[in-house]
């Protein structure tokens, strides 16, 4: 990539969204973020499979093939990188003025190659953890899908950097913990981890189902699905979080209390590292 | 303008928006729809209150005159329509990767004059009202405003389209009634209106707020905002909603319930129209 970012629109390089878009109007569209190595779109098919449940739910038409082959061909420009990102927005296109979305939508592609700074190293130190003042919505028809209407995790994430902190606890209306403002929150208790079911909102990441399916197993670990409450974060052992681009990290201080140590956390951080091949 | 669009971003006429833009990528923004009438935008002042809410509640920087030049400048082009749509989407405009929105944004406008076959005439037959199965989410801290979060109205608009109805009425997640999918409801009983109160979800309508402070006192009627219910509507003398490109449209079918006059929304239609100058 020329530069430290480049942008193709619907598989062309270009720098600008023809107008009108459906995705500007309304946030109707998805999007994915994926780390890259040497320019290889790390867990691909994890991605895929979830913007396949987003375009199911907004009825979108089948575009994941098309999807799939512009990552890739945008990834192969960032093989003189150790570490980039690539952010994939799929909106519905064009459509008459109103909310209701065109008969015969004409999906678009936005696909932004960014470089990144990794250092896998300092994944392990272990971040300051605020809470956000906005409460995640409950929409059961939107959850766990990463779809473009995110003004709870932008003021969230201005909330959490007034308050000092890397990252933030969203909870839901009922007080109940639903995610890191960007990313999937864990904690470990009595030898098992524990993450918020994610039914009626949030977003299901990519890194929270490898980490269930794969790297937690792979060190004798059960994942749980539950109810999580601010004080089940507070009287843990461990507490993390996950997404794509930090993979696995720790958290060094919520609230009053402090880990100095982060073991589990971080034998899981290097399964995944080891995984991110 | 050049034939039925014409699209300006930041004050020029362009057809396309520099990406990245935090309007596309998280619905980071706001918008406005003004009708016009021989190139007038009506009830400016109304719109550009609504959007100084939404501006100061997503933490923006002043952009409100430089709005209201670019839509009178825009609006201008349009005299030689009896009837126009304009919108103004303002973005925060590009920023770095993540929810965090930048200290120091750099707002984008973009505006949209579409000519509008318009048929005042037209305005006085009821609708046929479905009701969305998709509920509106409660969120405090963004309701009332006109952000760019709106999918929730793009799958209730595409619902209510499946039902054979032209519009319907959405609820909160408890079940109360919220508003229309693009616009307000009024339903009259005993002499009074009674409009749904939007303290946690829906939009505030700029014709909901002149309806209440103009319209109806004019006829000798007050509205209130109240807590509605389903059976409200059903059991009322009159239901209408109201919104920028229709004015106060009324409804003849809401449910098993018929209503073949209207004989209070269309004098309040007429307040309107005559406010249409």
């Known amino acids: 990539m020329g530069g430290d970012t480049a942008i193709w629109v619907n598989g062309t390089r270009e720098s600008a969204l023809d107008l009108p878009d459906r995705g500007l109007d309304y946030g109707d569209g998805l999007f994915e973020t994926l780390l890259l190595r040497r320019g290889n779109p790390l867990f691909i098919d994890t991605h895929l499979q979830r913007l396949q449940r987003g375009l199911t739910a907004l009825g979108f038409p089948a575009v994941l093939e098309r999807a799939r082959q512009e990552l890739q061909r945008a990834a192969a420009g960032a093989g003189d990188h150790e570490w980039a990102v690539l952010r994939l927005t799929v909106t519905r296109g064009a459509g008459p003025r109103g909310y209701a979305p065109p008969e015969r939508a004409a999906p678009r592609t936005v696909v932004r190659l960014t470089a990144l700074e990794y250092?896998?190293?300092?994944?392990?130190e272990g971040v300051r953890l605020g809470l956000a003042d906005i409460r995640c919505s409950a929409q059961p028809a939107l959850a766990g899908i990463k779809h473009l209407n995110r003004l709870e995790q932008v003021l969230a994430a201005a909330q959490v950097r007034e308050q000092g902190?890397?990252?933030?606890?969203?909870?839901?209306?009922?007080?109940?913990?639903?995610?890191?403002?960007?990313g999937n929150l864990f904690y470990l208790r009595d030898g098992a981890l524990h993450t918020p079911a994610l039914g009626h909102c949030g977003v299901a990441g990519t890194r929270r189902a490898l980490l269930a399916?794969?790297?937690?197993?792979?060190?004798?670990?059960?994942?749980?699905?539950?109810?999580?409450?601010?004080?089940?974060?507070l009287a843990a052992?461990?507490?993390?979080?996950?997404?794509?681009?930090?993979g696995i990290r720790p958290v060094a201080h919520f609230g009053r209390v402090h880990w100095s140590a982060h073991p589990v956390a971080q034998r899981l951080f290097r399964c995944y590292l080891a995984d991110c091949a």
């Open 237 to 246: 052992e461990e507490v993390f979080y996950t997404n794509a681009v930090q």
């Open 119 to 124: 250092d896998a190293g300092q994944q392990g």
């Open 213 to 233: 399916q794969r790297w937690a197993p792979s060190i004798g670990l059960a994942v749980h699905e539950d109810s999580v409450a601010i004080e089940d974060l």
């Open 165 to 182: 902190c890397e990252e933030g606890v969203m909870l839901d209306p009922s007080g109940t913990v639903v995610s890191a403002v960007a």
